[in-house]
């Protein structure tokens, strides 16, 4: 399985919103709305974000919002904060009890 | 509370076994509503999904690593075991263990803070 495809990097100023896209293929992000979203600040863990489409856990702002469309998945992050520089990855099922994720994306807020 | 804490050595030597420890709390290995998995994550670099089980004792390994890794658990001991062999220096970066939810979706909920592993003779 390859890793889903996202871009190096996305900026944006506070207050603006951004988008992140994990391109994968239709075997995987294309065949199940089973993709979540993980934010991993420097030195730490990953933090669950969002899965099953757009479902955010207890205590995750609702600034972060996912959608899929054919092969590629998307986060947007609204209202973006200093407190949301960090690196996101996309994850998806890929069948046969098989995960692939995202390439990963820096987030700088200018 | 959900805890997971991996456990291991911090340096092995190239064709060295690594073995590596997810010590669990607050759920249960016999859940069948979940499982654990092993990520890792070289320095700089992405996560990469390495392996999985069951609560039934099913597995799932990474196509590209599957010949080199073994998982298995000892739920008495609240614990999941990730074994790689024939490490080589490629293979240094920080391994995670995660709680991998399976009821009708799939997504990790819940990460231990991940053990540096430095592969160097």
């Known amino acids: 399985q390859s890793a889903l495809t996202q871009p190096a990097s996305v900026s944006g100023s506070p207050g603006q919103s951004i988008t992140i896209s994990c391109t994968g293929t239709s075997s995987d992000v294309g065949s199940y709305n089973l993709v979540s979203w993980y934010q991993q600040h420097p030195g730490k863990a990953p933090k669950l974000l969002i899965y099953?489409?757009?479902n955010r856990p207890s205590g995750v702002s609702s600034r972060f919002s996912a959608s899929k469309s054919g092969n590629t998945a998307s986060l947007t992050i609204s209202g973006l904060q200093a407190e949301d520089e960090a690196d996101y990855y996309c994850?998806?099922?890929?069948?046969?009890?098989?995960?692939?994720f995202g390439t990963g994306t820096k987030v700088t807020v200018l | 509370q959900v805890t997971l804490k991996e456990s291991g050595p911090v340096l092995v030597k190239p064709t060295e076994t690594l073995t590596l420890t997810c010590t669990v709390s607050g759920f249960s290995l016999s859940n069948a509503r979940m499982g654990v998995s092993w990520i890792r994550q070289p320095p700089g670099k992405a996560l990469e999904w390495l392996a999985h089980?069951?609560?039934?004792?099913?597995?799932s390994y990474s196509t590209s690593l599957k010949s080199r890794l073994t998982v298995s658990k000892d739920t008495s001991k609240t614990q999941v075991v990730l074994t790689m062999t024939n490490m080589d220096p490629v293979d240094t970066a920080t391994y995670f263990c995660?709680?991998?939810?399976?009821?009708?979706?799939?997504?990790?909920?819940?990460w231990g803070q991940g053990t540096l592993v430095t592969v160097s003779s």
């Open positions: 089980i069951f609560s039934n004792d099913e597995k």
């Open positions: 994850c998806s099922y890929a069948g046969s009890s098989i995960h692939v």
């Open positions: 099953v489409g757009s």
């Open positions: 995660a709680r991998l939810l399976t009821s009708g979706s799939y997504y990790f909920d819940c």
